[in-house]
């Protein structure tokens, strides 16, 4: 069964600086993998996906992940932290095959501070 | 346009009491899906359906019914609310059809339900 495992449950980082939220994932298939962001209060928006093309993916705001298989890690990283960044963030994984559903991690809070 | 929207936004009621919560997809999508976020952010999946077909329904107590009038709208109807019920509701839809795996997935704002 897929899972995926989101290694910090807070990242705080200073505006301007590098951003390195981290996520491994298990699968038994090749796997397609996400990156939601929920901003407080909000619904839950892509920022991006991996499935199966180009292992570097840019998403939105500056975003990008990179699929590696060899350490099953898909890691959201961004050059420049925005104080708008701070948000609640998401890995997940798509179950394929026989099921349709979403496996989400358990979240990552990103803090940005001035 | 709203894709994906659910009604209410927020809804507080006693423990006993039944109520539902909308959701509508104006995407086309073929599949829907009710989420439920507990109080520590973690997001699980209740149920899927496709073409109003049920296709997935995680161990969720039989309280909770799904009802999908028709491929743009699942409903959630929830039955004698308890206490843990209390948690954020979310609706997604997915351009797939049954089987192939999801490509991705557009949630709906989210209901907060908070049982007292």
């Known amino acids: 069964a897929q899972s ?4 910090d449950s807070h990242v705080s980082v200073s505006e301007g600086t590098p951003v390195l939220l981290r996520c491994n994932y298990s699968s038994s298939y090749s796997p397609s993998l ?3 962001v929920q901003h407080p209060n909000k619904g839950l928006q892509l ?5 199966s093309a180009a292992t570097l993916v840019k998403g939105i705001n500056g975003f990008e992940a990179e699929f590696k298989k060899s350490e099953t890690s898909f890691h959201l990283t961004k050059p420049s932290a925005h104080m708008s960044d701070a948000a609640e963030y998401f890995c997940v994984v798509s179950e394929s095959y026989n099921t349709d559903k979403l496996i989400f991690g358990t979240g ?3 803090q940005v501070f001035p | 346009d709203t894709a994906v929207s659910q009604t209410p936004k927020y809804l507080v009621t006693q423990m006993g009491n039944d109520k539902s919560i ?7 999508h073929d599949t829907m899906y009710w989420y ?3 109080s520590k952010k973690f997001l699980k999946i209740m149920f899927s359906y496709n073409n109003k077909e049920l296709i997935i ?3 969720v107590p039989n309280r909770f019914s799904p009802k999908s009038p028709d491929k743009a709208h699942l ?3 929830i039955n004698s609310l308890e206490l843990g019920d209390s948690a954020v509701y979310f609706c997604a839809s997915s351009p797939i059809t049954s089987g192939t795996g999801v490509t991705e997935a557009f949630f709906g704002q989210g209901t907060r339900l908070t049982v007292v």
Do not use: P
């Not at chain 2, 909308?22 to 086309?28: A, D, T």
């Open chain 1, 4 to 7: 995926v495992t989101q290694l």
């Open chain 1, 34 to 36: 996400f990156w939601y």
């Open chain 1, 47 to 51: 920022l991006l996906k991996y499935t």
């Open chain 1, 108 to 110: 990552t809070r990103l």
């Open chain 2, 22 to 28: 909308k959701c509508e997809q104006n995407l086309g």
């Open chain 2, 36 to 38: 439920k976020q507990d």
């Open chain 2, 57 to 59: 329904n995680e161990t």
């Open chain 2, 75 to 77: 409903n959630l109807h």
